[in-house]
């Protein structure tokens, strides 16, 4: 059983800088795919960029060339660098954690929830002048 927990979120200026990071517990595991979801109120949760346990990144348009995943630990930590942010991307971020290796579905299909079975409680970055 793994628990997952954010932390990092604030609120910034637009064109701001952020980095969440996000710590797992208990019985993690060698093989797993990790990511960041968002969702703003009255909107869809939306997945934002994904990493697996060989490094493999993917990413959601809007974030390209402003977003960067990574980890430390094997896996245990994971992060989420935002650079120039703005403020659509204001939302609760969450982290999202699966034994299995989930790539090769993420490049098919894309970054979405059905993939994850467990979850951090979200960690708010509010963007505004």
């Known amino acids: 059983q793994v628990k997952l927990m954010e932390s990092g979120g604030a609120s910034v200026q637009p064109g701001g800088s952020l980095r969440l990071s996000c710590e797992a517990s208990g019985a993690t595991s060698t093989r797993y795919c990790m990511a960041w979801f968002r969702q703003a109120p009255g909107k869809a949760r939306e997945g934002v960029a994904a990493l697996d346990s060989d490094g493999t990144t993917s990413y959601a348009d809007s974030v390209k060339g402003r977003f960067t995943i990574s980890q430390d630990n094997n896996g245990n930590a994971l992060y989420l660098q935002m650079n120039n942010l703005q403020p659509e991307d204001t939302a609760n971020y969450y982290c999202?954690?699966?034994?299995?290796?989930?790539?090769?579905?993420?490049?098919?299909?894309?970054?979405?929830?059905?993939?994850?079975?467990?979850w951090g409680q979200g960690t708010q970055v509010t963007v505004s002048p």
């Open positions: 999202a954690r699966d034994i299995y290796d989930r790539m090769s579905a993420i490049q098919a299909l894309g970054i979405i929830p059905a993939f994850f079975s467990t």
